[in-house]
Nanobody, 126 residues
Framework: QVHLVESGGRLVQAGGSLRLSCVAS????????VGWFRQAPGKEQEFVTAISWSGGSTYYADSVKGRFTISRDNAKNTVYLQMNSLKPEDTAVYSCAAPPLPWAVASTDSSEYRYWGQGTQVTVSS
């Protein structure tokens, strides 16, 4: 079992920056890929970014490429999502997730993830 808790979401003006954290407890977190997904009101959940268990591979949605950066500190059991140049359309609940098995490939498909955090609200004002 992997337990995930996100933090860092808040209200920010357009053009601003935020860093979200996803802290894990339970099984050896360093062996798990992690994905970030977001869901805006009235919209489907969408993939944002993912990082491999080693941290050597990262993946980004086109909408955030060049503005968001995912990273991990396995010593702290934490994955970070640095978000720069925020836009009002980035407003959503952001959730981190881990797949059911260690060493699984990082995926852009939410159905590949079993463990989910409760989410953190990011609101970008224009």
């Amino acid at each position: 079992q992997v337990h995930l808790v996100e933090s860092g979401g808040r209200l920010v003006q357009a053009g601003g920056s935020l860093r979200l954290s996803c802290v894990a407890s339970g099984r050896a977190f360093s062996n798990y890929a992690v994905g970030w997904f977001r869901q805006a009101p009235g919209k489907e959940q969408e993939f944002v970014t993912a990082i491999s268990w080693s941290g050597g591979s990262t993946y980004y949605a086109d909408s955030v490429k060049g503005r968001f950066t995912i990273s991990r500190d396995n010593a702290k059991n934490t994955v970070y999502l640095q978000m720069n140049s925020l836009k009002p359309e980035d407003t959503a609940v952001y959730s981190c997730a881990a797949p059911p098995l260690p060493w699984a490939v990082a995926s852009t498909d939410s159905s590949e993830y079993r463990y989910w955090g409760q989410g953190t609200q990011v609101t970008v004002s224009s």
